[in-house]
């Protein structure tokens, strides 16, 4: 009975932080669109619009690495590390530390957080309604396919915008700059082993016909209890 209750608490918690997220990205994406269409190419308010916001839901997105490492959800430590990590380093080390309009009203911000803030509507939405038991093909479809366009996307709006920052970074501290173009060289090896991670995850899940080969079964943001109790 104890466990039972432990395993409802967990998935409570899960489907309100997955549900909370969803919220919080929505808000980043309907923001920017609204942005756009009052003020067309003019970006100059752009971070004032959605900065902070943007910065608390991706600062939120730690406990995606907690929740690994303590086994809540079945997703590997390295490839949540390596996400979240990335997007901080934008967040706090490029958009919030540089109040310069190349860095904060660029339209590689606007390519950076349409292709974030669409992928995390999407992959959050998918993971609220897997705890709930709710398939929709539609949004799995969507979860395992868009990555192909917005992952090469939100890479190259954030290397725009942590070259836009080089300048102002080497200002503050020559090993500043160096440690922004050390993550930069980064990027493609880690771009590399989270693309051909998501192509493996699309195969296994929608099979090679681009079917749905074991929905039910894919839920990462599921806990290991909510998974056992679907066999």
């Known amino acids: 009975m104890a466990a039972t209750k432990s395993n409802g608490v967990v998935e409570s918690y899960l489907v309100a932080y997955n549900a909370a997220s ?7 994406l309907v923001q920017t669109v609204l942005y756009l269409l009052d003020h067309g190419t003019d970006l100059s308010g752009l971070f004032d619009r959605i900065g902070y916001p943007l910065i608390c839901v991706q600062t939120g997105a730690v406990l995606e690495v907690m929740h690994s490492l303590v086994g809540l959800v079945r997703s590997g430590v390295l490839t949540a590390l390596m996400q979240v990590y990335s997007r901080l380093l934008l967040v706090w080390g490029t958009l919030y530390m540089f109040d310069y309009p ?4 660029s339209p590689a911000l606007v390519l950076m957080v349409f292709a974030w803030s669409i992928t995390e509507c999407v992959r959050y939405s998918h993971y609220t309604l897997s705890l709930l038991d709710i398939e929709v093909p539609a949004l799995l479809y969507l979860r395992y396919t ?6 090469p996307a939100g890479v190259t709006g954030e ?3 942590m070259w836009a920052a080089l300048p102002h970074a080497a200002t503050i501290h020559p090993l500043l700059k160096t440690f922004f173009i050390v993550n930069m060289v980064n990027y493609p090896p880690v771009l590399y082993k989270l693309y051909t991670h998501m192509i493996r995850q699309r195969r296994k899940i929608l099979g090679g016909a681009g079917k749905p080969a074991n929905a039910s079964a894919e839920k990462v943001g599921a806990s290991p209890a909510a998974k056992k109790k679907k066999l």
């Open 146 to 151: 868009l990555f192909y366009v917005l992952y």
């Open 159 to 161: 290397l725009l915008e």
């Open 22 to 28: 969803f919220v919080g990205w929505g808000y980043v």
């Open 102 to 105: 190349e860095i904060r009203a």
